[in-house]
């Protein structure tokens, strides 16, 4: 069974940044594209951002320039850089993996933007 940990959550001022983390425990992680959800109070789970096992990305229109995704598959580990956040960018943030017919799910971390 593969376990996807979240970290590096927290509450930041609009204009700061922050830096997602996704470690997942087995092999399977360069086998898998990995991508970044999130879901906010009332509203339906998001993509923000994919990466591919080979590295190609892409992102969600509104964090784009703002958010990069990357990944070291050495390291079994996701990243979500994300600047200049916005208050309309808080919400719980979760990755996900993917190979094949199987998915993974981390448990989620809040990510909240105000002043």
């Known amino acids: 069974q593969v376990q996807l940990v979240e970290s590096g959550g927290g509450l930041v001022q609009p204009g700061g940044s922050l830096r997602l983390s996704c470690a997942a425990s087995?092999?399977?992680?360069?086998?898998?594209?990995m991508g970044w959800y999130r879901q906010a109070p009332g509203k339906q789970r998001e993509l923000v951002a994919a990466i591919t096992r080979r590295g190609s990305t892409n992102y969600e229109d509104s964090v784009k320039g703002r958010f990069t995704i990357s990944r070291d598959n050495a390291k079994n580990t996701g990243y979500l850089q994300m600047n200049n956040l916005r208050p309309e960018d808080t919400a719980v943030y979760y990755c996900?993996?993917?190979?094949?017919?199987?998915?993974?799910w981390g448990q989620g971390t809040q990510v909240t933007v105000s002043s």
């Open positions: 996900k993996i993917t190979a094949a017919t199987l998915e993974y």
């Open positions: 087995g092999s399977i992680f360069s086998l898998a594209a």
